[in-house]
T-cell receptor, first 109, second 114 residues
Framework: AQRVTQPEKLLSVFKGAPVELKCNYS??????LFWYVQYSRQRLQLLLR??SRESIKGFTADLNKGETSFHLKKPFAQEEDSAMYYC???????????FGKGTLLTVNP | EAQVTQNPRYLITVTGKKLTVTCSQN?????MSWYRQDPGLGLRQIYY???????DKGDVPEGYKVSRKEKRNFPLILESPSPNQTSLYFC?????????????FGPGTRLTVT
């Protein structure tokens, strides 16, 4: 069974500080990992995917297969980054997208 | 405008009264899915559909039904709602089955069952 764990329900940082949202996964095959974001009163939207190795809004995430992790990082947090962040794993063989429980990030001024 | 729409956006109902939440997408997407979002539990998949007339159970299908008679629509049916189905429901769609990770979400339907 595929599983995604986000150990922090809440994360609070000050503006300009680095931020790291943790994500660990369990999957027997070769995973595809993603981060989704939900800003207040808005829909969930795809933030980034490990396969493209892109940086979106200053966020990056590296897939570490040895540690089965896909942590989301940003060197300097901004107030507009305050949102709920979900890590998700795509199980290619069953076409399912499994989400973690989410981390609510608050960036204080 | 390309989008996923859900109706109603808010619904308060009583135990046992059948209801349907509609979901429609105008992007010709193959894959559609329903999730429920609960505090502390994140998003959990209820049902998904890989194409017309092809549906399958997600992680929490009990108490729900779906149908996919047309590509654009994927209604969620609660035959006999119970209070534990009080939740925020999201419909989502993806361009192809092979790209189900790129899901486009609807605005959500907040359901309260008393």
């Amino acid at each position: 069974a595929q599983r995604v764990t986000q150990p922090e329900k809440l994360l609070s940082v000050f503006k300009g500080a680095p931020v790291e949202l943790k994500c660990n996964y369990s999957y027997s095959g070769s995973p595809e990992l993603f981060w989704y974001v939900q800003y207040s009163r808005q829909r969930l939207q795809l933030l980034l995917r490990h396969i493209s190795r892109e940086s979106i809004k200053g966020f990056t995430a590296d897939l570490n297969k040895g540690e089965t992790s896909f942590h989301l990082k940003k060197p300097f947090a901004q107030e507009e980054d305050s949102a709920m962040y979900y890590c998700a794993l795509f199980g290619g063989s069953n076409y399912k997208l499994t989400f973690g429980k989410g981390t609510l990030l608050t960036v204080n001024p | 405008e390309a989008q996923v729409t859900q109706n109603p956006r808010y619904l308060i109902t009583v135990t046992g009264k059948k209801l349907t939440v509609t979901c429609s997408q105008n992007m010709n997407h193959e894959y559609m899915s329903w999730y429920r979002q609960d505090p502390g539990l994140g998003l959990r998949q209820i049902y998904y559909s890989m194409n017309v007339e092809v549906t399958d159970k997600g992680d929490v299908p009990e108490g729900y039904k779906v149908s996919r008679k047309e590509k654009r629509n994927f209604p969620l049916i609660l035959e006999s709602p119970s209070p534990n189905q009080t939740s925020l429901y999201f419909c989502a769609s993806s361009p192809t089955v092979g790209q189900t990770y790129e899901q486009y979400f609807g605005p959500g339907t907040r359901l309260t069952v008393t």
